[in-house]
T-cell receptor, first 117, second 109 residues
Framework: GAVVSQHPSWVICKSGTSVKIECRSLDFQATTMFWYRQFPKQSLMLMATSNEGSKATYEQGVEKDKFLINHASLTLSTLTVTSAHPEDSSFYIC?????????????FGPGTRLTVL | DAKTTQPNSMESNEEEPVHLPCNHSTISGTDYIHWYRQLPSQGPEYVIHGLTSNVNNRMASLAIAEDRKSSTLILHRATLRDAAVYYCILIQGYSTLTFGKGTMLLVSP
């Protein structure tokens, strides 16, 4: 199957700093990428949908000025957590949709664990 | 979006078959039934999907009730590596994957 990578796999930062997470589709072109957040013992919650070359669509309750999403190419989307605080500590997972697939399979990255001190 | 209902957790012994149920009584005619699973500290991975007919692949089998109001994911021989949270999700067209709580499968040696 198609491969989606994320970098970094984990990051620890101080409160008030910004952190950038990269999501790459390695062997396919993804016009649409998704960003999810998962708190311990909870399910994945969709944060935003990112379409290449256009602004991301954020889910209700997700601050677009805090979680900056850029999808500048068909293989790369970035999520920047600005002015991170301890409550932003979470497991961030991206996924991408492959246009070649005849059905709606989404490929997920391995996730990035963010810890804000 | 049509909702799904799954048991919170299930237990199995290694090398035994596992049947993971999913109820979706409000499913519409164009909803596909998808199963994903998430191993600990990893992103979800696709398992199988179907519309009306039963489906088999190298990972699992999907049995869909005739009225489509329920489905069952079948792992023919559970291994320790199958311990994960299994999500049953209904999708129309290119709609976004929305995850419920899923079923945590525990596999004992």
């Amino acid at each position: 199957g198609a491969v989606v990578s994320q970098h970094p796999s984990w990051v620890i930062c101080k409160s008030g700093t910004s952190v950038k997470i990269e999501c790459r589709s390695l062997d396919f072109q993804a016009t649409t990428m998704f960003w999810y957040r998962q708190f311990p013992k909870q399910s994945l919650m969709l944060m935003a949908t990112s379409n290449e070359g256009s602004k991301a669509t954020y889910e209700q309750g997700v601050e677009k000025d805090k979680f900056l999403i850029n999808h500048a190419s068909l293989t790369l989307s970035t999520l920047t957590v600005t002015s991170a605080h301890p409550e932003d500590s979470s497991f961030y997972i991206c996924s991408a949709r492959d246009l070649r697939e005849p059905y709606n399979e989404q490929f997920f990255g391995p996730g990035t664990r963010l810890t804000v001190l | 979006d049509a909702k799904t209902t799954q048991p919170n957790s299930m237990e199995s012994n290694e090398e035994e078959p596992v049947h993971l149920p999913c109820n979706h009584s409000t499913i519409s005619g164009t909803d596909y039934i998808h199963w994903y699973r998430q191993l600990p500290s990893q992103g979800p991975e696709y398992v199988i999907h179907g519309l009306t007919s039963n489906v088999n692949n190298r990972m699992a089998s999907l049995a869909i009730a005739e009225d489509r109001k329920s489905s069952t994911l079948i792992l023919h021989r559970a291994t320790l590596r199958d311990a994960a949270v299994y999500y049953c999700i209904l999708i129309q067209g290119y709609s976004t994957l929305t995850f419920g709580k899923g079923t945590m499968l525990l596999v004992s040696p």
